[in-house]
């Protein structure tokens, strides 16, 4: 199972921007598809972006498509996620997982490893 440590997150207003990232444990940080989730007080974890295996392909939740953008540098063993236009509703920690699933979907049993999860407060 692969090790993950997210960090980035932090208080922004309205509007910012913050970069999250996820770094990776191991030599097969390449056989992993991964994804960010996120969990708001009192609601269930919720899928938010994934990307496959080369980085070749990615999809995103209805939400916030068009204003995050996944990436990873398998290099680095490290997956990113650039969150731009901000808004309140996005305040939640975020999770980054992996799965070995080769189609590995937005549900939370397709991922295996999780990391701790890093804090993201968005402020009007």
């Known amino acids: 199972q692969v090790q993950l440590v997210e960090s980035g997150g932090g208080l922004v207003q309205a509007g910012g921007s913050l970069r999250l990232s996820c770094a990776a444990s191991?030599?097969?940080?390449?056989?992993?598809?991964m994804a960010w989730f996120r969990q708001a007080p009192g609601k269930e974890r919720e899928f938010v972006a994934r990307?496959?295996?080369?980085?070749?392909?990615?999809n995103y939740a209805g939400s916030v498509k068009g204003r995050f953008t996944i990436s990873r540098d398998n290099a680095k063993n490290t997956v990113y996620l650039q969150m731009n236009s901000l808004k309140p509703e996005d305040t939640a920690v975020y999770f980054c997982?992996?799965?070995?699933?080769?189609?590995?979907?937005?549900?939370?049993?397709?991922?295996?490893?999780w990391g701790q999860g890093t804090q993201v407060t968005v402020s009007s």
């Open positions: 997982a992996a799965s070995p699933l080769f189609l590995a979907t937005m549900r939370v049993s397709d991922y295996e490893s």
């Open positions: 191991g030599r097969f940080f390449s056989t992993y598809a």
């Open positions: 990307i496959s295996r080369s980085g070749s392909n990615t």
